[in-house]
Structure formats: C-alpha cells, structure tokens
C-alpha cells in the first residue's frame, strides 16, 4: 500500500511533549500500519528521519511509552545468524 500521507491527531499539540517527542511520536504514526498500528522502526531509521541522535531516540522511545503514546510489544533480538532485529511499537495514542 502506498502511504503519500497519515493522520496526526490534533491534540498532540496540546499534551505538553517536546519538539523531538512529536517529531519521533509523527514518524512512528508514519510507519504504522493502518489497521494494526503496529511499526518496527529502527534506531537508526527513527534518529535520520527526525535528524537526532540515539540516545535521543532512546530516551524520546522511553518517554512515549512512558506517556502511553505508544507501547513497545517485542524487543529486537539477535536473530539465528546475529542479525539484530528491530523493536515493534503499537501507537497506543491517536
């Protein structure tokens, strides 16, 4: 499916979060899935889309969850030939 555009929801101006939060909040809408709201963004697709660093992208990921914009519903792993995987997220907000 070819995404040329998504939803923000209005109120999230209105809740208090940071410019980065909004911004890794905004890329995580972008990449979920419609239905499921499910994504598996990496950390380093989420720090060069929004132009920050990883710790940056870790705390803002922590900070979200912590708000429960979003929820973290599996941890990367190393996969069976050291392939590290990506954390799936579930915009749990909108």
């Known amino acids: 499916m070819n995404k040329e555009f998504f939803m923000v929801p209005n109120r999230v101006f209105d809740v208090g979060l940071s410019t980065t939060e909004i911004a890794v909040f905004c890329y995580l809408l972008r990449c979920a899935d419609n239905d499921t709201k499910l994504c598996f963004p990496s950390y380093k697709n989420i720090c060069e889309r929004c132009k920050i660093s990883r710790q940056s992208a870790i705390t803002t ?15 990367g792993y190393s996969g069976e030939y050291g392939v590290k995987r990506a954390n799936t997220y579930k915009v749990t907000w909108y």
């Open 61 to 75: 990921i922590k900070s979200l969850c912590d708000h429960n914009f979003i929820e973290k519903v599996s941890k």
